[in-house]
Protein backbone atom coordinates (compact mmCIF):
# COMPACT_ATOMS: atom_id res chain seq x y z
CA UNK A 1 0.00 0.00 0.00
CA UNK A 2 1.56 3.55 -0.83
CA UNK A 3 1.83 6.24 1.77
CA UNK A 4 0.77 9.40 -0.38
CA UNK A 5 -1.28 9.02 -3.73
CA UNK A 6 -1.90 11.53 -6.27
CA UNK A 7 -4.08 11.96 -9.03
CA UNK A 8 -4.01 14.65 -12.01
CA UNK A 9 -3.83 17.07 -8.54
CA UNK A 10 -3.92 20.63 -10.26
CA UNK A 11 -4.55 23.81 -8.42
CA UNK A 12 -5.19 27.41 -10.07
CA UNK A 13 -5.46 30.41 -7.60
CA UNK A 14 -7.71 32.76 -8.20
CA UNK A 15 -6.77 35.82 -10.47
CA UNK A 16 -3.97 33.59 -12.09
CA UNK A 17 -4.54 31.66 -15.25
CA UNK A 18 -1.54 29.42 -15.47
CA UNK A 19 -2.20 26.31 -13.16
CA UNK A 20 0.87 26.48 -9.91
CA UNK A 21 -0.38 22.41 -9.86
CA UNK A 22 -0.58 20.62 -13.25
CA UNK A 23 -1.81 17.39 -12.85
CA UNK A 24 0.07 15.62 -10.64
CA UNK A 25 0.70 11.93 -10.72
CA UNK A 26 2.40 10.32 -7.78
CA UNK A 27 2.47 7.11 -5.92
CA UNK A 28 4.87 7.39 -2.51
CA UNK A 29 5.83 4.08 -1.18
CA UNK A 30 5.68 3.40 2.87
CA UNK A 31 8.56 4.57 5.27
CA UNK A 32 10.52 6.14 2.93
CA UNK A 33 11.92 9.59 2.92
CA UNK A 34 11.09 11.14 -0.03
CA UNK A 35 12.18 14.50 -1.42
CA UNK A 36 10.43 16.72 -3.72
CA UNK A 37 12.29 18.67 -5.11
CA UNK A 38 12.26 21.88 -7.53
CA UNK A 39 13.11 25.87 -8.01
CA UNK A 40 11.29 28.72 -6.35
CA UNK A 41 7.88 28.77 -7.21
CA UNK A 42 7.55 25.45 -8.77
CA UNK A 43 4.49 24.00 -6.55
CA UNK A 44 6.45 22.23 -3.90
CA UNK A 45 4.06 24.22 -0.87
CA UNK A 46 1.12 24.20 -3.24
CA UNK A 47 1.21 20.30 -2.86
CA UNK A 48 2.46 20.26 0.79
CA UNK A 49 -0.61 22.39 1.52
CA UNK A 50 -3.38 19.93 -0.41
CA UNK A 51 -1.84 16.97 1.06
CA UNK A 52 -2.00 18.77 4.39
CA UNK A 53 -5.76 19.31 4.24
CA UNK A 54 -4.52 22.89 4.17
CA UNK A 55 -6.09 23.58 0.94
CA UNK A 56 -8.59 22.23 -1.33
CA UNK A 57 -7.48 21.38 -4.96
CA UNK A 58 -9.26 22.85 -8.10
CA UNK A 59 -9.32 19.43 -9.83
CA UNK A 60 -8.23 15.85 -9.23
CA UNK A 61 -7.58 13.60 -5.74
CA UNK A 62 -5.23 12.96 -3.33
CA UNK A 63 -5.38 10.42 -0.79
CA UNK A 64 -2.94 9.34 2.25
CA UNK A 65 -2.98 6.34 3.68
CA UNK A 66 -5.58 5.21 1.20
CA UNK A 67 -8.07 8.19 2.66
CA UNK A 68 -9.06 10.78 0.72
CA UNK A 69 -7.89 13.87 1.36
CA UNK A 70 -10.10 17.59 1.58
CA UNK A 71 -10.17 20.22 4.46
CA UNK A 72 -12.84 18.54 6.25
CA UNK A 73 -11.42 15.94 6.85
CA UNK A 74 -10.65 15.56 10.61
CA UNK A 75 -9.82 11.42 10.73
CA UNK A 76 -7.40 12.34 8.31
CA UNK A 77 -4.97 14.85 10.19
CA UNK A 78 -4.51 12.04 12.68
CA UNK A 79 -2.18 10.39 9.98
CA UNK A 80 -0.27 13.36 9.25
CA UNK A 81 2.17 15.57 10.63
CA UNK A 82 3.16 19.48 8.92
CA UNK A 83 6.29 21.23 9.48
CA UNK A 84 5.45 24.83 7.41
CA UNK A 85 8.25 26.31 6.03
CA UNK A 86 8.46 29.08 8.63
CA UNK A 87 7.59 26.98 11.96
CA UNK A 88 5.29 29.27 13.74
CA UNK A 89 4.20 27.72 17.32
CA UNK A 90 2.87 30.01 20.23
CA UNK A 91 5.40 32.14 21.30
CA UNK A 92 3.81 32.10 24.85
CA UNK A 93 4.17 28.27 25.47
CA UNK A 94 7.72 26.17 26.69
CA UNK A 95 8.52 23.83 24.07
CA UNK A 96 7.20 21.02 26.85
CA UNK A 97 3.96 22.98 26.90
CA UNK A 98 3.60 22.71 23.10
CA UNK A 99 4.37 19.03 22.71
CA UNK A 100 1.31 18.51 25.79
CA UNK A 101 -0.84 20.68 24.00
CA UNK A 102 -0.81 19.03 20.73
CA UNK A 103 -0.36 15.82 22.49
CA UNK A 104 -4.23 16.64 24.14
CA UNK A 105 -5.69 17.68 20.79
CA UNK A 106 -4.78 14.11 19.61
CA UNK A 107 -6.38 12.58 22.55
CA UNK A 108 -3.45 11.29 24.39
CA UNK A 109 -3.20 9.92 27.46
CA UNK A 110 -1.46 12.26 30.40
CA UNK A 111 0.83 9.47 30.70
CA UNK A 112 1.38 8.96 27.10
CA UNK A 113 1.63 12.67 26.62
CA UNK A 114 4.29 12.74 29.21
CA UNK A 115 6.68 9.88 27.95
CA UNK A 116 6.14 10.52 24.29
CA UNK A 117 7.29 14.55 24.65
CA UNK A 118 9.83 13.26 26.54
CA UNK A 119 11.44 11.00 23.86
CA UNK A 120 10.94 13.84 21.87
CA UNK A 121 12.55 16.43 23.20
CA UNK A 122 15.68 14.01 23.72
CA UNK A 123 15.08 13.27 20.11
CA UNK A 124 15.59 16.67 19.04
CA UNK A 125 18.02 17.90 21.61
CA UNK A 126 15.68 20.29 23.23
CA UNK A 127 15.60 18.60 26.60
CA UNK A 128 17.56 21.56 28.26
CA UNK A 129 15.28 23.78 26.85
CA UNK A 130 12.16 21.90 27.20
CA UNK A 131 10.96 24.98 30.29
CA UNK A 132 11.56 27.74 28.34
CA UNK A 133 9.47 30.06 26.03
CA UNK A 134 9.49 29.07 22.08
CA UNK A 135 9.64 32.76 21.95
CA UNK A 136 13.39 32.87 22.94
CA UNK A 137 14.33 29.58 20.98
CA UNK A 138 16.84 30.22 17.75
CA UNK A 139 15.97 29.41 14.20
CA UNK A 140 17.53 25.80 14.28
CA UNK A 141 15.84 24.99 17.97
CA UNK A 142 12.21 26.44 16.31
CA UNK A 143 12.27 23.94 13.31
CA UNK A 144 13.43 21.14 15.75
CA UNK A 145 10.61 21.69 17.95
CA UNK A 146 8.59 22.56 14.86
CA UNK A 147 9.49 18.47 13.72
CA UNK A 148 8.92 17.27 17.10
CA UNK A 149 5.55 18.91 17.70
CA UNK A 150 4.93 17.53 13.98
CA UNK A 151 5.81 13.73 15.66
CA UNK A 152 3.77 13.94 18.59
CA UNK A 153 0.66 12.47 17.07
CA UNK A 154 2.74 9.53 15.88
CA UNK A 155 2.07 10.56 12.44
CA UNK A 156 1.69 7.87 9.30
CA UNK A 157 3.37 10.37 7.03
CA UNK A 158 5.29 13.66 8.15
CA UNK A 159 5.13 16.44 5.84
CA UNK A 160 8.53 18.67 6.17
CA UNK A 161 8.38 21.87 4.25
CA UNK A 162 11.58 23.03 3.06
CA UNK A 163 13.14 22.74 6.81
CA UNK A 164 16.51 23.77 6.18
CA UNK A 165 16.04 26.42 3.79
CA UNK A 166 16.47 28.83 6.97
CA UNK A 167 19.11 27.87 8.75
CA UNK A 168 22.73 28.04 9.41
CA UNK A 169 25.15 25.41 8.61
CA UNK A 170 25.16 23.79 12.49
CA UNK A 171 21.15 23.99 12.70
CA UNK A 172 20.83 21.85 9.16
CA UNK A 173 23.44 19.33 10.19
CA UNK A 174 21.38 19.00 13.66
CA UNK A 175 17.93 19.05 11.82
CA UNK A 176 18.84 16.54 8.93
CA UNK A 177 20.42 14.47 11.46
CA UNK A 178 16.95 14.99 13.55
CA UNK A 179 15.05 13.67 9.82
CA UNK A 180 17.42 10.73 9.30
CA UNK A 181 16.82 9.22 12.64
CA UNK A 182 12.65 9.43 11.68
CA UNK A 183 13.40 6.71 8.73
CA UNK A 184 11.65 3.76 9.18
CA UNK A 185 8.97 5.38 12.15
CA UNK A 186 6.80 6.92 9.18
CA UNK A 187 6.89 8.33 5.63
CA UNK A 188 8.70 11.77 6.01
CA UNK A 189 7.97 14.23 2.62
CA UNK A 190 10.30 16.17 2.23
CA UNK A 191 10.36 19.61 -0.01
CA UNK A 192 13.54 21.25 -0.85
CA UNK A 193 15.36 22.92 -3.65
CA UNK A 194 18.91 22.11 -1.52
CA UNK A 195 20.35 19.51 -3.51
CA UNK A 196 22.93 18.37 -1.21
CA UNK A 197 20.33 17.77 1.92
CA UNK A 198 18.35 15.67 -0.25
CA UNK A 199 21.25 13.75 -1.54
CA UNK A 200 22.09 13.00 2.11
CA UNK A 201 18.81 11.42 3.37
CA UNK A 202 16.25 11.16 0.56
CA UNK A 203 15.19 7.22 -0.91
CA UNK A 204 13.46 8.49 -3.85
CA UNK A 205 12.88 11.96 -5.43
CA UNK A 206 10.46 13.95 -7.02
CA UNK A 207 11.53 16.64 -9.53
CA UNK A 208 8.63 19.28 -10.11
CA UNK A 209 9.08 22.23 -12.46
CA UNK A 210 6.35 24.89 -13.04
CA UNK A 211 3.63 22.53 -11.72
CA UNK A 212 4.51 19.64 -13.90
CA UNK A 213 6.08 16.42 -12.44
CA UNK A 214 8.98 16.08 -14.25
CA UNK A 215 10.99 13.06 -12.66
CA UNK A 216 10.28 10.33 -9.46
CA UNK A 217 12.97 7.46 -9.05
CA UNK A 218 14.65 6.26 -6.55
CA UNK A 219 17.92 8.58 -5.20
CA UNK A 220 20.08 6.26 -6.68
CA UNK A 221 18.65 4.77 -10.14
CA UNK A 222 17.86 8.47 -11.14
CA UNK A 223 21.68 9.08 -10.36
CA UNK A 224 22.77 6.00 -12.60
CA UNK A 225 20.36 6.73 -15.40
CA UNK A 226 20.60 10.37 -15.35
CA UNK A 227 24.15 11.94 -14.61
CA UNK A 228 26.98 11.16 -16.48
CA UNK A 229 30.23 11.04 -14.02
CA UNK A 230 32.88 13.56 -15.21
CA UNK A 231 36.91 13.85 -15.09
CA UNK A 232 39.55 16.67 -14.40
CA UNK A 233 42.25 16.59 -15.54
CA UNK A 234 45.54 19.11 -14.78
CA UNK A 235 47.99 19.43 -17.31
CA UNK A 236 51.41 20.29 -16.61
CA UNK A 237 51.52 23.52 -19.37
CA UNK A 238 49.59 24.55 -21.54
CA UNK A 239 51.24 22.70 -24.37
CA UNK A 240 49.94 19.69 -23.31
CA UNK A 241 46.60 21.25 -22.90
CA UNK A 242 47.16 22.48 -26.24
CA UNK A 243 48.24 18.61 -27.44
CA UNK A 244 45.27 17.22 -25.87
CA UNK A 245 42.79 19.92 -27.56
CA UNK A 246 44.83 18.90 -31.18
CA UNK A 247 44.51 14.93 -30.39
CA UNK A 248 40.60 14.94 -29.53
CA UNK A 249 39.61 16.80 -32.24
CA UNK A 250 41.29 14.43 -34.63
CA UNK A 251 40.64 11.38 -32.93
CA UNK A 252 36.92 12.25 -32.05
CA UNK A 253 37.14 11.84 -28.00
CA UNK A 254 32.81 11.39 -27.77
CA UNK A 255 31.57 14.38 -25.14
CA UNK A 256 31.89 17.25 -23.77
CA UNK A 257 35.02 19.62 -23.21
CA UNK A 258 35.20 22.61 -20.90
CA UNK A 259 38.61 24.23 -20.97
CA UNK A 260 39.81 26.23 -18.52
CA UNK A 261 43.38 27.79 -17.65
CA UNK A 262 45.50 24.48 -17.79
CA UNK A 263 42.68 22.38 -17.51
CA UNK A 264 39.63 20.67 -18.80
CA UNK A 265 36.11 19.47 -17.42
CA UNK A 266 35.94 16.60 -19.93
CA UNK A 267 31.85 14.90 -19.99
CA UNK A 268 32.43 11.52 -21.93
CA UNK A 269 29.01 10.54 -23.45
CA UNK A 270 29.70 6.59 -22.21
CA UNK A 271 31.54 7.37 -19.05
CA UNK A 272 32.38 3.14 -18.72
CA UNK A 273 34.23 2.80 -22.64
CA UNK A 274 35.45 6.17 -22.00
CA UNK A 275 36.51 5.79 -18.01
CA UNK A 276 39.08 3.33 -19.66
CA UNK A 277 40.46 5.16 -23.01
CA UNK A 278 41.14 8.04 -21.23
CA UNK A 279 44.45 7.22 -19.59
CA UNK A 280 45.22 5.23 -23.08
CA UNK A 281 44.72 8.48 -24.83
CA UNK A 282 46.86 10.31 -22.93
CA UNK A 283 49.61 8.15 -23.02
CA UNK A 284 49.51 7.44 -26.55
CA UNK A 285 49.77 10.88 -27.13
CA UNK A 286 52.46 11.64 -24.56
CA UNK A 287 50.67 14.52 -22.83
CA UNK A 288 52.02 15.32 -19.21
CA UNK A 289 49.22 15.65 -16.84
CA UNK A 290 49.48 16.60 -12.98
CA UNK A 291 45.91 15.35 -12.02
CA UNK A 292 43.15 12.74 -13.32
CA UNK A 293 40.17 12.48 -11.08
CA UNK A 294 36.86 11.31 -12.31
CA UNK A 295 34.04 12.27 -10.33
CA UNK A 296 30.81 10.97 -9.28
CA UNK A 297 27.47 12.03 -10.70
CA UNK A 298 25.48 14.98 -8.49
CA UNK A 299 22.27 15.73 -7.90
CA UNK A 300 22.75 19.03 -9.49
CA UNK A 301 23.85 17.99 -12.52
CA UNK A 302 20.61 15.53 -13.08
CA UNK A 303 18.32 18.99 -11.91
CA UNK A 304 20.10 21.65 -14.31
CA UNK A 305 19.60 18.71 -16.66
CA UNK A 306 15.90 18.07 -16.18
CA UNK A 307 14.90 21.86 -15.17
CA UNK A 308 17.41 24.14 -17.09
CA UNK B 1 3.62 29.52 36.81
CA UNK B 2 -0.13 29.09 36.13
CA UNK B 3 -2.77 29.60 38.82
CA UNK B 4 -3.28 26.28 40.46
CA UNK B 5 -6.79 25.95 39.56
CA UNK B 6 -6.27 26.13 35.41
CA UNK B 7 -3.33 22.87 36.64
CA UNK B 8 -5.53 20.95 38.25
CA UNK B 9 -8.34 21.67 35.38
CA UNK B 10 -5.90 20.43 32.94
CA UNK B 11 -5.54 16.80 34.94
CA UNK B 12 -9.34 16.25 35.82
CA UNK B 13 -10.88 16.65 32.06
CA UNK B 14 -10.74 14.06 29.74
CA UNK B 15 -8.65 14.81 27.23
CA UNK B 16 -10.89 15.94 23.85
CA UNK B 17 -9.56 18.84 20.96
CA UNK B 18 -12.29 21.07 22.37
CA UNK B 19 -11.10 20.77 26.12
CA UNK B 20 -7.47 21.32 24.93
CA UNK B 21 -8.54 24.39 22.80
CA UNK B 22 -10.18 26.32 25.94
CA UNK B 23 -7.87 25.62 28.14
CA UNK B 24 -5.32 26.96 25.76
CA UNK B 25 -7.18 30.24 24.96
CA UNK B 26 -7.65 30.58 28.66
CA UNK B 27 -3.84 30.31 29.16
CA UNK B 28 -3.18 32.71 26.21
CA UNK B 29 -5.73 35.19 27.42
CA UNK B 30 -3.89 34.76 30.84
CA UNK B 31 -0.53 35.04 29.30
CA UNK B 32 -0.49 37.48 26.98
CA UNK B 33 -2.47 40.36 29.50
CA UNK B 34 -5.50 40.31 27.83
CA UNK B 35 -7.28 39.23 30.70
CA UNK B 36 -5.55 41.51 32.78
CA UNK B 37 -5.86 44.62 30.80
CA UNK B 38 -9.05 44.54 30.44
CA UNK B 39 -9.74 43.56 33.92
CA UNK B 40 -7.59 46.72 35.02
CA UNK B 41 -9.65 49.06 32.80
CA UNK B 42 -13.00 47.66 33.41
CA UNK B 43 -12.15 48.14 37.40
CA UNK B 44 -10.69 51.51 36.75
CA UNK B 45 -14.14 52.73 35.34
CA UNK B 46 -16.00 50.72 37.62
CA UNK B 47 -14.57 52.87 40.61
CA UNK B 48 -14.50 55.76 38.46
CA UNK B 49 -17.93 56.03 37.65
CA UNK B 50 -19.58 56.55 41.28
CA UNK B 51 -16.66 58.81 42.32
CA UNK B 52 -16.92 60.83 39.56
CA UNK B 53 -20.73 61.42 40.25
CA UNK B 54 -20.22 61.57 43.87
CA UNK B 55 -17.19 64.83 43.61
CA UNK B 56 -19.09 66.47 40.08
CA UNK B 57 -20.37 69.06 41.68
CA UNK B 58 -17.29 70.12 43.99
CA UNK B 59 -15.67 69.80 40.38
CA UNK B 60 -18.00 72.28 39.09
CA UNK B 61 -18.24 74.53 41.77
CA UNK B 62 -14.28 75.21 41.73
CA UNK B 63 -14.15 75.62 38.22
CA UNK B 64 -17.31 77.81 37.98
CA UNK B 65 -15.24 79.82 40.91
CA UNK B 66 -11.98 80.58 38.47
CA UNK B 67 -14.60 82.06 36.60
CA UNK B 68 -16.87 83.67 38.43
CA UNK B 69 -20.02 82.05 37.46
CA UNK B 70 -22.15 80.56 39.80
CA UNK B 71 -23.32 77.38 38.53
CA UNK B 72 -25.80 74.71 41.08
CA UNK B 73 -26.02 71.45 40.62
CA UNK B 74 -28.79 68.78 42.69
CA UNK B 75 -27.39 66.59 45.05
CA UNK B 76 -25.98 63.51 42.70
CA UNK B 77 -27.79 60.50 44.05
CA UNK B 78 -26.74 56.64 43.18
CA UNK B 79 -28.76 57.24 40.05
CA UNK B 80 -25.85 59.38 38.76
CA UNK B 81 -23.44 57.12 39.79
CA UNK B 82 -25.12 54.36 37.92
CA UNK B 83 -25.96 56.47 34.80
CA UNK B 84 -22.31 56.98 34.64
CA UNK B 85 -21.15 53.79 34.98
CA UNK B 86 -23.89 52.99 31.91
CA UNK B 87 -21.95 55.13 29.80
CA UNK B 88 -18.34 54.27 30.50
CA UNK B 89 -18.62 50.73 29.93
CA UNK B 90 -21.36 50.76 27.02
CA UNK B 91 -18.85 53.46 25.38
CA UNK B 92 -14.85 53.57 26.54
CA UNK B 93 -14.83 49.75 28.18
CA UNK B 94 -16.73 48.46 24.46
CA UNK B 95 -14.13 50.01 22.74
CA UNK B 96 -11.36 48.45 24.50
CA UNK B 97 -12.85 45.30 24.06
CA UNK B 98 -12.75 45.76 20.31
CA UNK B 99 -9.10 46.74 20.07
CA UNK B 100 -8.01 43.62 22.53
CA UNK B 101 -10.05 40.99 20.74
CA UNK B 102 -9.93 42.53 17.10
CA UNK B 103 -6.90 40.13 16.20
CA UNK B 104 -7.97 37.16 18.02
CA UNK B 105 -8.40 34.89 15.05
CA UNK B 106 -7.06 37.03 11.78
CA UNK B 107 -3.84 37.47 14.20
CA UNK B 108 -3.67 33.66 14.65
CA UNK B 109 -4.05 33.74 10.07
CA UNK B 110 -1.38 36.38 9.98
CA UNK B 111 1.33 34.73 11.94
CA UNK B 112 0.93 31.36 11.27
CA UNK B 113 -0.26 29.40 14.53
CA UNK B 114 -3.62 28.81 12.46
CA UNK B 115 -1.75 26.49 10.08
CA UNK B 116 -0.60 24.93 13.27
CA UNK B 117 -3.14 24.30 15.02
CA UNK B 118 -5.45 23.85 11.93
CA UNK B 119 -3.45 20.84 10.44
CA UNK B 120 -4.00 18.85 13.76
CA UNK B 121 -7.30 16.74 14.56
CA UNK B 122 -9.32 20.03 15.23
CA UNK B 123 -12.95 21.34 14.02
CA UNK B 124 -12.42 24.42 12.53
CA UNK B 125 -15.70 25.21 13.90
CA UNK B 126 -14.20 24.03 17.51
CA UNK B 127 -11.24 26.83 17.20
CA UNK B 128 -14.20 29.71 16.93
CA UNK B 129 -16.00 28.44 19.61
CA UNK B 130 -13.52 27.93 21.80
CA UNK B 131 -12.16 31.29 21.41
CA UNK B 132 -15.90 32.73 22.02
CA UNK B 133 -16.85 30.85 24.90
CA UNK B 134 -12.97 31.52 26.58
CA UNK B 135 -13.63 35.43 26.04
CA UNK B 136 -17.41 35.55 26.90
CA UNK B 137 -15.91 33.42 30.22
CA UNK B 138 -13.26 36.39 30.83
CA UNK B 139 -16.25 38.84 30.32
CA UNK B 140 -18.58 37.68 32.17
CA UNK B 141 -15.76 37.36 35.42
CA UNK B 142 -14.99 41.21 34.67
CA UNK B 143 -18.31 42.62 34.77
CA UNK B 144 -18.46 40.55 38.06
CA UNK B 145 -15.63 42.00 39.27
CA UNK B 146 -16.52 45.59 37.92
CA UNK B 147 -20.34 45.13 39.54
CA UNK B 148 -18.71 44.50 42.64
CA UNK B 149 -16.03 47.94 42.60
CA UNK B 150 -19.20 49.83 41.28
CA UNK B 151 -21.81 47.93 43.97
CA UNK B 152 -19.63 48.72 46.47
CA UNK B 153 -18.26 52.53 46.45
CA UNK B 154 -21.80 53.68 45.24
CA UNK B 155 -23.05 52.09 47.84
CA UNK B 156 -20.14 53.91 50.12
CA UNK B 157 -20.59 57.41 49.00
CA UNK B 158 -24.63 57.34 48.30
CA UNK B 159 -25.70 55.19 51.02
CA UNK B 160 -27.98 53.57 48.96
CA UNK B 161 -27.85 51.05 45.90
CA UNK B 162 -30.82 49.13 44.60
CA UNK B 163 -29.15 45.84 44.17
CA UNK B 164 -31.07 43.91 41.75
CA UNK B 165 -31.86 46.56 39.65
CA UNK B 166 -27.86 47.17 39.40
CA UNK B 167 -27.50 43.33 39.01
CA UNK B 168 -30.22 43.57 35.96
CA UNK B 169 -28.00 46.42 34.40
CA UNK B 170 -24.99 44.55 34.70
CA UNK B 171 -26.48 41.79 32.61
CA UNK B 172 -27.61 43.85 29.90
CA UNK B 173 -24.24 45.69 29.61
CA UNK B 174 -22.78 42.30 29.40
CA UNK B 175 -25.28 40.87 26.67
CA UNK B 176 -24.75 44.23 24.80
CA UNK B 177 -20.63 43.62 25.02
CA UNK B 178 -20.76 39.98 23.98
CA UNK B 179 -22.79 41.43 20.80
CA UNK B 180 -20.24 43.96 20.08
CA UNK B 181 -17.64 40.90 21.13
CA UNK B 182 -19.70 38.28 18.57
CA UNK B 183 -19.18 41.02 15.54
CA UNK B 184 -15.59 41.59 16.66
CA UNK B 185 -14.86 37.94 16.33
CA UNK B 186 -16.37 37.44 13.06
CA UNK B 187 -14.57 40.41 11.19
CA UNK B 188 -11.49 39.20 12.82
CA UNK B 189 -12.22 35.44 10.88
CA UNK B 190 -13.37 36.80 7.85
CA UNK B 191 -10.45 39.89 7.57
CA UNK B 192 -6.97 39.16 6.36
CA UNK B 193 -5.62 41.52 8.37
CA UNK B 194 -5.69 42.81 12.11
CA UNK B 195 -6.16 46.59 10.41
CA UNK B 196 -8.97 45.84 8.18
CA UNK B 197 -11.03 43.62 10.93
CA UNK B 198 -10.34 46.74 13.47
CA UNK B 199 -12.05 48.83 11.13
CA UNK B 200 -14.82 46.69 10.18
CA UNK B 201 -15.30 46.35 13.79
CA UNK B 202 -15.68 50.15 14.89
CA UNK B 203 -17.85 50.80 11.77
CA UNK B 204 -20.56 47.47 12.83
CA UNK B 205 -20.45 48.85 16.65
CA UNK B 206 -21.28 52.65 15.27
CA UNK B 207 -24.23 51.38 13.14
CA UNK B 208 -26.11 49.65 15.28
CA UNK B 209 -25.87 52.61 17.33
CA UNK B 210 -27.12 55.02 14.79
CA UNK B 211 -29.70 51.81 13.91
CA UNK B 212 -31.39 52.91 17.17
CA UNK B 213 -33.14 56.10 15.43
CA UNK B 214 -34.43 53.92 12.43
CA UNK B 215 -37.97 54.01 14.59
CA UNK B 216 -39.50 50.73 14.91
CA UNK B 217 -36.86 48.77 12.99
CA UNK B 218 -33.94 50.46 15.50
CA UNK B 219 -35.73 49.53 18.33
CA UNK B 220 -34.17 46.00 17.27
CA UNK B 221 -30.85 47.26 17.57
CA UNK B 222 -28.80 45.75 20.28
CA UNK B 223 -27.22 48.89 21.09
CA UNK B 224 -30.98 49.78 22.60
CA UNK B 225 -30.09 47.52 25.72
CA UNK B 226 -28.04 50.44 26.71
CA UNK B 227 -31.58 52.79 27.34
CA UNK B 228 -33.03 49.70 28.27
CA UNK B 229 -30.85 49.87 31.28
CA UNK B 230 -32.58 53.18 32.39
CA UNK B 231 -35.92 51.65 32.08
CA UNK B 232 -34.64 49.14 34.21
CA UNK B 233 -33.31 51.60 37.10
CA UNK B 234 -36.97 53.79 36.61
CA UNK B 235 -38.60 49.98 37.01
CA UNK B 236 -40.81 51.29 33.34
CA UNK B 237 -41.32 48.94 30.98
CA UNK B 238 -38.98 46.87 29.15
CA UNK B 239 -39.01 46.32 25.69
CA UNK B 240 -37.85 42.56 24.40
CA UNK B 241 -37.05 43.84 20.97
CA UNK B 242 -33.17 44.64 21.77
CA UNK B 243 -33.27 41.24 23.48
CA UNK B 244 -33.85 39.36 19.89
CA UNK B 245 -31.49 42.02 18.17
CA UNK B 246 -28.65 41.04 19.76
CA UNK B 247 -29.45 37.30 19.91
CA UNK B 248 -29.93 37.04 16.13
CA UNK B 249 -26.12 39.41 15.78
CA UNK B 250 -24.62 37.09 18.29
CA UNK B 251 -26.23 33.77 16.24
CA UNK B 252 -25.38 35.27 12.50
CA UNK B 253 -22.06 36.51 13.58
CA UNK B 254 -21.06 32.80 15.28
CA UNK B 255 -22.27 31.35 11.73
CA UNK B 256 -20.59 33.65 9.46
CA UNK B 257 -16.96 33.08 11.85
CA UNK B 258 -17.24 29.56 11.22
CA UNK B 259 -18.09 29.82 7.37
CA UNK B 260 -15.33 32.15 7.00
CA UNK B 261 -12.74 29.78 8.61
CA UNK B 262 -14.53 26.96 6.86
CA UNK B 263 -13.49 27.74 3.86
CA UNK B 264 -10.29 29.79 4.45
CA UNK B 265 -6.92 28.20 2.58
CA UNK B 266 -3.62 28.75 4.49
Known amino acids: ?308 | MLPWKIYLLSLSVKKTPMKALLLKELQENLKTGRFWILLIIFSFFAIMSPLTARYMPEIFASMSKQQGIEIKIPDPTWLDAISQYVKNISQLCTFVVILIYVGIVVKEKENGTAVFLLVKPVKRSSFIISKFIIAMMILFLIFTVSFSLSGFYTYLFFDSLPLIKFTVVNLLLLLNTVVVLSITIMFSAISKTQVVAAIFSFIAWLFLGLMVQFGDFGKFSPSSLISETLNIVKSEVVSIKPFIGAAFVIVLSGIISIFALKNWEA
Open chain 1, 1 to 308: MTAIQTENLTKIYRKERHPSLDHLTLEIKRNIVFGFLGPNGAGKTTTIKILTSLMNATKGSAFIEGKLINTKQIELRKLIGYLPQEPKMYGWMTGKEVLKFVGRLYQMSTNEINIRADLLLKMSGLNDVKDKRISTYSGGMLQRMGIAQAMMGKPKVLFLDEPTSSLDPIGRKEVLEFIGSLSGECTVFMSTHILSDVERICDEIGIINKGKLVIHDQTDKLKKKYASGKAIIDFSSENDMKKFRDAVKSEILPGNFVYENKSVNYSPLDIKKEKHQLLYFISEHQIEINRLEWLDATLEDIFIKLVG
